[in-house]
């Protein structure tokens, strides 16, 4: 009995997580291109990213961090880049869908990265360009 | 005695677990190495500078792009020069990786910094290596072709 209870308990150890990924059924897959490979690299496993786009604002680049703390599924390489699937809430494709309408063009680049697994923290970023590094 | 048979059971089940799940564990290890509030971002870079970098390497990024400036006495030069300056100093690589020929390392840097970062791959990018006990961060002057 002691036995059954000991492995019922292992067994759910290693179910629980599966169960509690279950949970987050309200995301949807979101694909978008990244610049270059790294994404195949890295994505061989789920991961916590942010999201950065370059967006011309007034004639400028500027980078922005539309979206921070998605998990990024999975990549397939598309030639020089990689195609990301994002598993997005309903409010994050909308961020994504109104880039456009939000800073005045359509996003030229975007880029991921990684940040640790369970770090949650957000942060209120705003646009950068290189002209106001140097100002 | 009476739990060895149980005990073995669930000894084999877990090296199976790991084995099974190794690959899995080593890619986790990126997304668990990056400290709190920092990014790993991914930066492509050339064979060279590739073979003097490993984890752990301690590294400044230098950017080389094409400027409109006014120096004293003289005007803003319509064609632009070419300048150097070094954006970002005393960066940990936490990762180096290769696919398909192409050399990325993944740098542990702000939010923010990801941000110009993000900015700066339109232009040229080099890496130096520092001694990665020199933690000292300097202001740097940005350079011209004609200094």
Redesign the interface.
Known sequence: MK?LI??SL?AAL?ILPVKLSSQENELSPFTITV????????L??P??A?I?A?INIKGT?????VLQNVQAQKAIQQGADSEITLMLSKADTETLNNLEKTYGSEPK?F???????I?S?Q?N?Q????ES??R | MK?MK?LI??LV?LIA?VSLNA??VN??F???K?????????L?ISAEEASMVSAGSRIDILMT?QAMLKRSGRSISQKGEIVT?T?LQNILVLET?K??N?N?I?VNIT??D???L??????TLNISLRNPKDRKIAPMP?AFTED
């Open positions: 036995r000991f492995l292992l290693f610049k270059g490979l790294a994404p195949i690299l890295i061989k496993t991961q916590q942010d950065i370059i680049d500027n980078a922005i961090t680049t880029l991921m990265t990684i940040r640790n697994n770090d923290q942060y970023m646009p950068v360009s290189l590094l140097f | 739990y149980s059971a669930v089940f677990f690959e899995a890619d986790l990126l997304g668990q990056i400290p709190f509030s920092y990014r790993a971002f991914p492509e792009f300056v954006l990786s696919i398909q192409k990325y993944f939010p923010r990801a941000q110009y993000a900015l700066a791959q339109e232009q940005v």
